[in-house]
């Protein structure tokens, strides 16, 4: 994992979600998770990963970068799921 690709990403730009308060952007952490964690809706879970890869493009971010981070937990998941 590239740290310092993290934190390039994190300080350079001016995207809505960078100027978005820490407050809101916990919130929405918090409303995505219980969605996700609660949900047993395929079509739900579907609008979930839609509506983040939506801001994900509005906010400009970096795709490579975000999918790569992505990965790393997923990783780990299927780890735990097949051990």
Known sequence: MDVGAIDRSA???GGPLRDAAPVA???GLA???TATLLSWNALVLAGVF???ATALVWGRVDLRLALALAA???LF???FAFA
């Open 11 to 13: 300080t350079s730009g």
């Open 25 to 27: 952007k916990l919130i």
């Open 31 to 33: 409303l995505v998770l």
């Open 50 to 52: 839609g509506t983040l």
């Open 72 to 74: 790393y937990p997923a």
């Open 77 to 79: 998941a299927l780890v």
